[in-house]
């Protein structure tokens, strides 16, 4: 019940967090979508740090890790507005905002997470080197 | 709408998603070489569901706050980038590159697909 409590508020937290970086950078839709494309790479580089750090400490509670990871992080990063604003790029026509929506989002977004890990095991605190984390995904 | 209500109804919104979200992620566990399913069905399902609000939101049939609050709330909370970013990437990690290339040929494939889906539908309906 608590993890859940933790998953609800955080993830309100989460979307007010993104709410304020939408309204920081608006859009047309003649513009690629910069608000989802900074969300996604910071939020993809902060779950991936701590993966590698806070979630592998057995001191760590579950709802701390669920209220962090499927709340703030889950709910700040966001990937239907990557498929919407893709999609209603090329339904305009404007296909170089397509790219750039889906690109950036693909690339950068993968980079970040992967550099949030490497960042996180080799830098804060590595206890098993090449931890896998994919079988804690239930917290993540 | 008042903007604070819309506000603190986005936020209350992307809340529930995060909850139904998590939900799914322990129904479905990760077995730590397949497809992560739960990101993936959310993914997608938040990916139609938005596509078919904003298709909705054309011409102003469906209210613009009712429509922020579902695709910006309950989409956005529901949907997530970084648990799929950081699944595929530990794909990589284990070597199952396999699984981790399909991830996101289906998520990107299927999430713009559906999006459109959803949008057409609504817009040719309504």
Redesign the interface.
Known sequence: MRNFVAVFVGGMLGTAARFGVDSLFPHSITEPSWNTIIVNVVGSFALGMLTGTLWIRPSTPAWLKAGLGAGVLGSFTTFSAVALGTSMAVMSGHFEVAIIDLGFALIWGLLAAILGIFVGTKFFNNPRPGAVIVDEGVDL | MNPWLT?AC??????????A???L??AL??K??GI?RAVLIV?MF??L???AT?GAMVDGKLDTAFGVIV???L????????????????????DAWKSGYLN?LI??VG??G???VG?VLTRAVL
């Open positions: 506000f986005v936020l209350v919104a992307g809340g529930v998603g995060a909850v979200r998590y939900s992620q322990r566990p990760e730590g070489t992560p993914n938040g990916s569901l938005a596509g904003a695709i910006t709330g989409c956005g909370g529901l949907t997530t980038f970084s648990t799929f970013a950081v699944e595929t990437m530990e794909l990589f990690r284990v996101i998520t990107f999430g713009v559906l999006a459109t949008f």
